[in-house]
């Protein structure tokens, strides 16, 4: 009777500790659970809005055409485009404020151009859109050393295509223009996007 006594009251000793384990569990789950939605939940609330997925296209050089001289025909040269992601750039005022960031380096722009234009290159919320184009260094060092440069831009190189000679031989060498909503129809397995260059005519 007494070893009967004594394993219950081992038992219960063990259920009583296994009690105490589970209460201060849930005190400390209820206590993290506070911490981090309501102490700390504007501060993951804005890292979780950061982030996100987002795809940076590059363009690649094309090749350079010449004569049977070498002088040259075509060639790419690196300029620069400032291209931001169409949900940060939502709000007048977001683009009154880069629209005078570019006025203030000498870059036409006005808040209803950006918009017209936005909405035009518009692929999907992580494509981003171009905001000005065909910049030199000078000028894109300039822009992100001035004091109200938005952390919501970025400058990304891009190659131009240049022609020394003007229209000498342009029925041969050709040229490139953006890419028209016919042509991205036309082409659906080649993954062309608003905004792409594709040759024309030519070479």
């Not at 992601?85 to 007048?92: A, K, R």
């Not at 190189?157 to 490139?176: C, E, K």
């Not at 890419?179 to 062309?192: F, H, W």
Request: glycine residues 8%; proline residues 6%; aromatic residues 8%.
């Amino acid at each position: 009777m007494s070893r009967e006594i004594g394993r219950r009251s081992q038992l219960n000793l063990r259920l009583s500790h296994w009690r105490v384990f589970v209460a201060y569990s849930l005190i400390g789950l209820a206590f993290a659970l506070f911490y981090f939605q309501v102490l700390r939940g504007a501060h993951f609330e804005s890292l979780s809005t950061q982030n996100k997925i987002r795809v940076i296209r590059t363009s690649s050089p094309r090749g350079e055409i010449t004569d049977v001289h070498g002088a040259p025909l075509a060639v790419s040269v690196r300029t620069f485009d400032i291209v931001g992601y169409p949900p940060d750039l939502e709000g007048e005022q977001t683009l009154q404020g880069v629209a005078a960031l570019l006025q203030s380096q000498g870059i036409p722009a006005t808040a209803e151009a950006l918009k017209e234009s936005i909405k035009k290159q518009y692929w999907a919320p992580y494509r981003p859109v171009t905001v000005a184009s065909n910049l030199t260094l000078g000028q894109v060092a300039n822009l992100v050393s001035a004091p109200d440069f938005p952390e919501i831009l970025s400058p990304t190189p891009v190659f131009r295509r240049v022609y020394p000679a003007g229209a000498l031989a342009a029925h041969v060498v050709g040229y490139v223009g953006e890419v028209t909503r016919e042509e991205l129809s036309a082409k659906p397995g080649q993954k062309y996007m608003v905004g792409d260059l594709i040759g024309k005519t030519g070479c």
